[in-house]
């Protein structure tokens, strides 16, 4: 069985930018979780869908950030504009029930200069 | 407040050796559940094991083994008879049950030096 994967695996930009982050979650997982770890911090929640729609947005850190996971398959998170500070890795985590466990696809690592 | 703490910045062990990494964590619910993910170098976060708060036995699993005490907050992982393939960071994560966000803590590096 596949695991999460993302895509690009690598992202370097410039300020102001756009990037679009891709995840694919394990076939059958209607939980799909999407977490950063920015420089020297703790790895932090950004939002959770259920199959397609939005189940907690909390962790969004402004409206510079869109979440999407149109049909309930894969997920999208654009950043525009990309700002210094965006800079960290970008994990994916999907779960078949949100009680279930998370697990993780590799991580997008995005540098914005 | 929700919190996890790994006060381990960085563990450095000759192989062989035990290692103990260690996970405090801060919680008021009555029902959460607590993990134990590896990032090894190539970067991705493997699930290694999750624990509710209702079950207190210590799980072993091969080399590895936790031990979960609620009287301590703690939930901490022992990894006996290390080996150089064990290098990687590892993450220590509380969820409760209302709430389906993971809350971690900062990770301990661990190395293991042949």
């Known amino acids: 069985e596949a695991g999460v994967t993302q895509f690009p695996s690598h992202s370097v930009i410039e300020k102001g930018q756009t990037v679009t982050l891709r995840c694919d979650p394990i076939?059958?997982?209607?939980?799909l979780y999407w977490y950063r770890r920015v420089m020297g911090k703790e790895i932090k929640f950004l939002l959770h869908?259920?199959?397609?729609?939005?189940?907690?947005e909390s962790g969004m850190p402004n409206n510079r950030f869109l979440a999407e996971r149109t049909g309930g398959t894969y997920s999208t998170l654009k950043v525009q504009p990309a700002e210094l500070e965006d800079s960290g890795v970008y994990f994916c985590?999907?779960?078949?029930?949100?009680?279930?466990?998370?697990?993780f696809g590799p991580g997008t690592r995005l540098l914005v200069l | 407040a929700q919190k996890v703490t790994q006060a381990q910045t960085e563990i450095s062990v000759v192989e062989k050796e035990d290692v103990t990494l260690d996970c405090v964590y801060e919680?008021?619910?009555?029902?959460?559940?607590l993990f134990w993910y590896k990032q090894p170098p190539s970067g991705e976060l493997v699930f290694l094991i999750r624990?509710?708060?209702?079950d207190e036995q210590n799980e072993i699993s091969g080399r590895y083994s936790w031990n979960f005490q609620k009287s301590t907050s703690s939930f901490n992982f022992t990894i006996t008879a290390s080996q150089v393939v064990d290098s990687a960071v590892y993450f220590c994560?509380?969820?409760?049950?209302?709430?389906?966000?993971?809350?971690w803590g900062a990770g301990t590096k661990l190395i293991i030096k042949p």
């Open positions: 919680t008021r619910d009555t029902t959460y559940y």
């Open positions: 076939s059958g997982h209607d939980n």
């Open positions: 994560a509380l969820r409760w049950d209302s709430n389906y966000q993971l809350i």
């Open positions: 624990r509710n708060s209702f």
């Open positions: 869908f259920v199959k397609e729609s939005k189940q907690d």
């Open positions: 985590a999907s779960g078949l029930t949100e009680q279930e466990t998370q697990y």
